[in-house]
C-alpha cells in the first residue's frame, strides 16, 4: 500500500482485577484488561505506542485521547508531504497516511476498509479491502513476536496495572533494540506471515500464541465518525488506483477475492 507511515493497531492485555478499580478495566470480552495501542513500521518496529488505557474504554476513547489521536485529528501531526502514487497517470500528489481497522475513523491521513453493509460488497471495494489488510498484517505480526517471545504474555499477569504498564514499556524498547541487532533467533522471515503470490504462509508466532494468552487479539473498540468528504475522495481515489495500475503490484488480487467469495 503506498504512502502509507504505519499500521496501527489496539491489544488488551490481560490482567488480574485491579482491586478497587470498579468496572473500569472489565472489558467488553468479560475479562480484566489494559489496553496498548500501537503503530508499527514495515518492518515490524514500534513507532508509536500508547500505553495503559482501560479495559473498558470504547467509542473513540483510546485513539482520541493518544497523543497521536489528538494531533491526527485536529490536523497538528507533522506528517511527510504526500507524493504521486508509482505508475499513477494521472500523477496527482496523494497525502501519506496511517492504515487501520474498521473501529478507527476515515480521515484524509488514517485509511480504513470499506464496511461491508451488503450480502455481497462490489469488486474494486473488496480489491481495496484486501491491499489494506496486507497492509494492517505487519502490526498484527509485529504484536504477534512480541508476545510470542516474552513469555509474561502467555498467561493473566498478577501485576497491579501501573507496573503491567512499565513492563509492556518494556519489552517495547527491547522489542526494537533486539531486532536492530539483527539477531536471527529472536526474528527472520519464518516467524512472520509471508505472503507467496497471495497465498498466506502463516508465520511460527501463531503456533506460540494460544487463545488464554494475557495478549488478546480482541478488537479495541475505537469507535466510528463521521468521514470528512475529502477523506471517502482519497479512500475512492486508492481504490480506483490498486483496481487499475496499482493492480500491477499485487497482480493475483483478483484471484486472492475469488477464493474467498
Not at 485491579?18 to 513507532?47: E, H, M, Q, W
Request: proline share 5%; with cysteine.
Amino acid at each position: 500500500m503506498p504512502n502509507t507511515l504505519g499500521a496501527m493497531d489496539g491489544k488488551h492485555i490481560r490482567i488480574r482485577a485491579p482491586s478497587n478499580s470498579g468496572s473500569r478495566f472489565y472489558n467488553y470480552k468479560k475479562y480484566f484488561s489494559t489496553i496498548l495501542f500501537a503503530v508499527c513500521d514495515a518492518k515490524y518496529n514500534f513507532i508509536y505506542v500508547d500505553i495503559g488505557s482501560y479495559g473498558a474504554q470504547s467509542d473513540g476513547g483510546v485513539f482520541r485521547k493518544s497523543s497521536l489521536g489528538q494531533k491526527l485529528l485536529s490536523g497538528q501531526l507533522n506528517l511527510p508531504i504526500g507524493c504521486p502514487l508509482p505508475n499513477d497517470p494521472n500523477n496527482c500528489t496523494v497525502p501519506t497516511f496511517f492504515i487501520g481497522d474498521e473501529a478507527f475513523p476515515l480521515l484524509t491521513n488514517l485509511l480504513r476498509p470499506y464496511s461491508k453493509r451488503e450480502k455481497r460488497m462490489p469488486e474494486d471495494q473488496l480489491i481495496f479491502n484486501y491491499r489494506l489488510s496486507r497492509g494492517r498484517r505487519v502490526i498484527e505480526n509485529t504484536f504477534g513476536i512480541m508476545v510470542a517471545r516474552f513469555r509474561i504474555f502467555l498467561r493473566e499477569i498478577h501485576a497491579e496495572p501501573e507496573t503491567v504498564d512499565a513492563i509492556v514499556k518494556a519489552v517495547v524498547c527491547l522489542h526494537n533494540f533486539i531486532k536492530s541487532e539483527k539477531i536471527d533467533m529472536y526474528y527472520n522471515s519464518s516467524v512472520v506471515d509471508r505472503d507467496t503470490n497471495g497465498t498466506i504462509q502463516p508465520g511460527s508466532w501463531r503456533d506460540m500464541v494460544s487463545e488464554n494468552t494475557a495478549f488478546q487479539s480482541g478488537t479495541v473498540r475505537f469507535g466510528n465518525r463521521n468521514a470528512a468528504k475529502a477523506a471517502w475522495k482519497l479512500r475512492d481515489y486508492i481504490k480506483e488506483y490498486v483496481n487499475g495500475v496499482g493492480g500491477d503490484l499485487c497482480p493475483w488480487q483478483w484471484d486472492c477475492i475469488k477464493r474467498t467469495e
